[in-house]
T-cell receptor, first 109, second 115 residues
């Protein structure tokens, strides 16, 4: 059964870099890895998406090793407003879209 | 664009009652997803439509759940009869096309409480 695993929580301080790793051993060959951010009482919001190697946009970077069995979301210089739950989403073998359990990131002043 | 619109935002009902959740996707998006979020099970995909056709309903928990998409601008998720274990936040999302490789835009969700 496909399983997407990520740490339950992590704390950080303003200005630091936060790295969240998601494990997805059963990722489908042709599918992408997508990360979402969710604030309380809101729907998830797209952060970044990638297929392999490294992708960077204005808010984050995504690192994907060659075997694609994991991915790491990197949030540079976090601020208090980055406190949220972060989810990875993959399409696992068997075409099952699977969200990770979410990582609750708390940014402290 | 107003984004994905869901109604109602909150629903409280009694066990055994029928519940209908509604979703209006972003105009021009071809794919629509229904998710359920609970503390215990996290975010679960219930069903996925592409061009108004259900493609994958393997996540629908049981026959009490049904979903329809009569046209490109409207979808419903119905629970009949509802049970307390159906209490959750239900999200609708839409994307331009397909799944996996396309950004999904989520609605604000419907918080369902079944007493």
């Amino acid at each position: 059964l496909a399983k997407t695993t990520q740490p339950i929580s992590m704390d950080s301080y303003e200005g630091q870099e936060v790295n969240i790793t998601c494990s997805h051993n059963n990722i489908a060959t042709n599918d992408y890895i997508t990360w979402y951010q969710q604030f309380p009482s809101q729907g998830p919001r797209f952060i970044i998406q990638g297929y392999k190697t490294k992708v960077t946009n204005e808010v984050a970077s995504l690192f994907i090793p060659a075997d694609r069995k994991s991915s790491t979301l990197s949030l540079p210089r976090v601020s208090l407003s980055d406190t949220a739950v972060y989810y990875c989403l993959v399409e696992a073998a068997g075409n099952k879209l699977t969200f990770g359990g979410g990582t609750r990131v708390l940014v402290k002043p | 664009d107003a984004g994905v619109i869901q109604s109602p935002r909150h629903e409280v009902t009694e066990m055994g009652q029928e519940v209908t959740l509604r979703c209006k996707p972003i105009s021009g998006h071809n794919s629509l997803f229904w998710y359920r979020q609970t503390m215990m099970r996290g975010l679960e995909l219930l069903i996925y439509f592409n061009n108004n056709v259900p493609i994958d309903d393997s996540g629908m928990p049981e026959d009490r759940f049904s979903a329809k998409m009569p046209n490109a601008s409207f979808s419903t998720l119905k629970i009949q009869p509802s049970e307390p274990r159906d209490s959750a936040v239900y999200f609708c999302a839409s994307s331009l096309m397909g799944r996996g490789g396309n950004e999904q835009f989520f609605g604000p969700g419907t918080r369902l409480t079944v007493l």
